[in-house]
């Protein structure tokens, strides 16, 4: 068998155990779903020959955790979510990639609107798919062919949401299956939200969950982001996140990774006027045989725009980790300023981090710097702690956590800083 | 307190230490001379625990205890504190929390109880009173972005917060002004009691007129190669260390 076949058989297999289960998909245009067909027949899931997919063969994990996929989904109760809620927000559940209006509080909030993709106006519908194009990734493909009834989010014209609001996506299943989630998230004109987006695993089976989410910024919006996975170490998930921020914008993410035996984040943002901003920030934490890989993408199309990246990671074990950063400059984004920073610590021989800075900058007048750097546990800092009388054990915490709060102190919800916190110092 | 016999130790295959004797009883305090690069600051090395040096020959006792086989934070826990020539910045642990853990992994160690988080504020208080040590210092992280002299006050304020049975301090006086080394001298005498000990390391004799200690060494090339009372500090102070190699040049 040649490797072209192989390839298109794990596709071809997948997609054929997926078709008995999938809706008709009404949000998406027809064109777009050609499109994305077309994408996964000629190219496939991407496996480690693939430019982007080096260190990350979604392709070979497929073919050896989800040989049969059985797509076994099963419902949840209220007091199922109980635990990954966060009170000081307005929590919305995304059950087995659909949304769902049972599970989800009540938004009291004005200027928040809420549907699932299958009720959105024609208006709204052009939206869809926009910014994640199938024919940039076969996994936005597989998304855009297969996904179910995602959530819709709006915050209306100039109105600033006092709570942050809280996407819950989880799966639940017990024999393996993948899910393919979807989300539209559109900040109007003048507009503020804190959004956090949890990604967790319920159930006994092993998961593969495709992730779509379209991020809009209109003029003078403001979103801030925190992106928590703790999925657990039966899930295998990609987490695309396609952003367009348009003038006066300001887009923040900030991405905790701390569980998941595959973890892939393609955070594209693209930003699309003059005088706006972006910032990423990423941390991640892996053990045993764990895989997290960070590709960024920051697209200056239009002057006077900033970018920032700070992206930090701790590998133990025979885990990996990786950090890509592009950054394109286009002709007209003159006065650019981007700033890119990629830190990590190795804990063991057999971890390893890959980084990749890629700047390809087009225009003249712009300030672009970017720095990577992966090291040990610095020894004479843990000698001098050790000869304080702080236990061996209690100072690589210390010295840990103190790596990390860089990252951590970004996040501004009080109770999700805790929760992190905690989780961190457990997983350590 | 301390008993070293032949203390030999290399780094790298080079051996640094050459056979080191040196006994510091309970209430004493001991200076250590010499020129750079004799050894004065591998011995405080060896003497923590710091791995990257190696014994290959001799022995420590410590309060009857093999000090050698300890680990460097059960030296701590023993009551040995080392103030560090060249204080190590850590960025993103506080000064606050460090000192915490420290005292309570000491106490743990010797089985009492966790300090009560408002004896342990008192105490702050009153330690940082002493060294003259700046609020805000202690509330910011581990010596990062101290000056100089801040740095060695901070390592006599951590020595005053945890009283140990045995400080040794390797060259606190170096690049400190008259009024810091008054500072940091004040803080070591009231420290001083019948029970604990003393070892200071030194450059210059300066720091001995605010310590008084009881014995003087001269370290050369990894040797102890003279011993007195304090007068020994000014005849050094007076002759140079030039006239000091000259005399143990030839010996060798
Ligand atoms: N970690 C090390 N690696 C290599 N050489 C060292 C190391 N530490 C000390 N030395 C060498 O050992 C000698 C003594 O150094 P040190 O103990 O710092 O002297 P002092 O504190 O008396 O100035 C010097 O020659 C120094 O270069
Ligand atoms: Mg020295």
Do not use: W
């Not at chain 1, 003078?220 to 987490?239: D, I, M, P, R």
């Not at chain 1, 300023?337 to 990749?356: E, G, H, P, R």
Request: with cysteine; net charge negative; charged share 25%.
């Amino acid at each position: 068998m040649s490797l072209a076949e192989t390839k298109s058989a794990v596709t071809q297999q997948l997609m054929e155990s997926l078709q008995k289960q999938a809706p008709k998909i009404a949000f998406i245009p027809d064109a777009e779903i050609v499109s994305a067909i077309r994408q996964l027949e000629e190219k496939g899931i991407p496996n480690n020959k693939h430019e982007d997919y080096k260190y990350c063969n979604i392709e070979a994990c497929i073919r050896r955790e989800f040989k049969s996929v059985e797509q076994s989904f099963q419902s949840l109760g209220i007091e199922d979510i109980a635990a990954y809620k966060i009170d000081e927000a307005i929590n919305l559940v995304v059950l087995n990639g659909a949304y769902s209006a049972e599970l989800s509080e009540k938004v009291i909030a004005k200027g928040i609107s809420i549907k699932s993709l299958n009720d959105i106006s024609g208006k709204e519908k052009d939206l869809i798919a926009s910014q994640a194009k199938s024919f940039s990734d076969s996994l936005i493909a597989l998304n855009t062919v297969f996904c179910n009834n995602g959530l819709f989010f709006k915050v209306e014209k100039n109105n600033a949401i006092p709570m942050p609001v809280h996407i819950i996506y989880i799966n639940n299943t017990d024999k393996p299956s993948l899910s393919n989630s979807r989300s539209f998230i559109h900040i109007e004109t003048g507009s503020e939200l804190t959004l956090i987006e949890s990604f967790v695993n319920a159930g006994t089976g092993k998961v593969f969950s495709n992730y779509v989410s379209e991020k809009l910024l209109d003029e003078n919006a403001k979103l801030t982001c925190y992106t928590f996975q703790n999925e657990g170490a039966a899930s295998y998930s990609v987490h695309t996140n396609s952003v367009k921020v348009n003038r006066y914008a300001n887009y923040s993410n900030t991405t905790l990774t701390l569980s998941g035996e595959l973890v892939r984040n393609n955070h594209n943002v693209e930003l699309a006027a003059s005088n706006c901003e972006a910032h990423l920030n990423g941390l991640f934490l892996t053990k045993g045989t764990q895989l997290v890989d960070n590709h960024t993408l920051i697209d200056h199309q239009m002057p006077n725009c900033e970018s920032n990246e700070l992206y930090k990671g701790i590998a133990s074990g025979k885990s990996s980790g990786t950090f890509n950063g592009k950054i394109f400059v286009r002709k007209d984004a003159q006065k650019t300023n981007a700033y890119q920073s990629s830190k990590n610590i190795l804990l063991s021989d057999d971890a390893t981090i890959n980084t990749k800075p890629q700047l390809e900058i087009y225009a003249d007048d712009v300030k672009c710097s970017h720095g990577t750097s992966t090291g040990k546990i610095d020894t004479d800092a843990l000698f001098y702690l050790k000869a304080r009388g702080i236990g061996e054990e209690s100072a690589r915490k210390l010295l840990l956590q103190a790596f990390a709060e860089e990252v951590i102190e970004k996040i501004e919800v009080e109770s999700l800083k805790e929760r992190i916190l905690q989780l961190f110092e457990k997983t350590l | 307190m301390i008993t070293i016999k032949n203390l030999h130790a290399s780094v790298d295959g080079k051996e640094i230490l050459r056979g080191i004797n040196l006994e510091v009883k309970a209430g004493e305090v001991h200076a250590i001379m010499g020129p750079n690069g004799s050894g004065k600051s591998t011995l405080s090395s060896v003497l923590a625990g710091r791995e990257d040096y190696e014994v290959t020959e001799g022995e420590v006792t410590f309060n009857g205890k093999n000090l050698l086989e300890l680990s460097t934070e059960d030296r701590a826990r023993e009551g040995l504190f080392l103030a560090f020539q060249y204080p190590i910045e850590i960025p993103g642990v506080s000064n606050i929390n460090f000192l915490r853990t420290a005292l309570n992994e000491i106490r743990h160690y010797h089985g009492q109880e966790e300090i009560p988080a408002k004896d342990f504020l008192a105490l702050v208080k009153e330690k940082q009173k002493l060294v003259e040590l700046d609020v805000k210092l202690t509330n910011r992280s581990v010596n990062e972005g101290f000056s100089g002299g801040e740095k060695k006050r901070n390592e006599i304020f951590q020595m005053a917060m945890l009283n140990p049975k045995l400080a040794i301090l390797d060259e606190t006086d170096s690049g400190l002004d008259i009024d810091a080394l008054r500072i940091v001298a004040q803080g070591v005498n009231t420290l001083k009691s019948k029970e604990n000990a003393t070892i200071l390391i030194t450059h210059y004799q300066r720091l001995l007129d605010y310590i008084v200690p009881d014995y003087v060494h001269i370290l050369y090339k990894g040797r102890i190669v003279k011993s007195g009372g304090k007068e020994l500090a000014l005849e050094l102070e007076a002759k140079g260390y030039d006239e000091i190699k000259k005399e143990f040049e030839i010996a060798e």
